[in-house]
């Protein structure tokens, strides 16, 4: 069995169209552990609650020698985790992959007071596990780009999507079959998600 944790970012109270929410609903209905919660205070987060919610939730997810735990963590909370990281609250052996999902950069962090703490923590830890972000090659929230700003420092494998923007409901991210495919086999490709 597998047990995802999915983590959505800043502003969002879980809108049933976001890609986030249909992949929840595609795991479960292929009978698979997912958590999907709704943080707290979305739209004015505190980094330590969220952190506490993190770890809370993290342990929580079924854990055993034939399962595996699987995290996707989309804008403000692909910080998060680095955050969590960082500060010991996520160790290696926690959780087997991990997708960040369009990190904002530190400058647009810094430019919104509500979310200002979330600000990126230096490049000076080793993520553990299977980790990978994806991110738009045009995403107007990570000035520089994902792969300048995360992949590069963290020594992250990196997926730019042409187009994709901050991979939301603005740039058309409603459905996206490649996340699937990814939660389900993580060899497979993470791409734009189809036209329409």
Sequence with gaps: MTAYLILHGWQNHRPKDHWQHWLADRLRDLG???TYPQLPDPDDPD???WLGELSRHLGELPAGPDSER???AHSASALLW???VARGVVRGGEVDRV??????SASVVASYPEVAGFAPPAAEFTLPGNVRLVAGDDDPYCEGGARAAYGDPFGIPTEMIPGGGHLDLVAGYGSWPAVLDWCL???SRLTA???G
Excluded at 99 to 104: E, Q
Aim: a negative charge; zero cysteines; charged letters at 15%.
């Design 32 to 34: 698979h552990h997912v």
């Design 47 to 49: 980094l330590d609650v």
């Design 70 to 72: 699987v995290v996707l």
């Design 82 to 84: 680095l955050h969590a």
């Design 99 to 104: 997708l960040l999902v369009g990190p904002p």
């Design 185 to 187: 086999d993580d060899t």
């Design 193 to 195: 998600r189809p036209p």
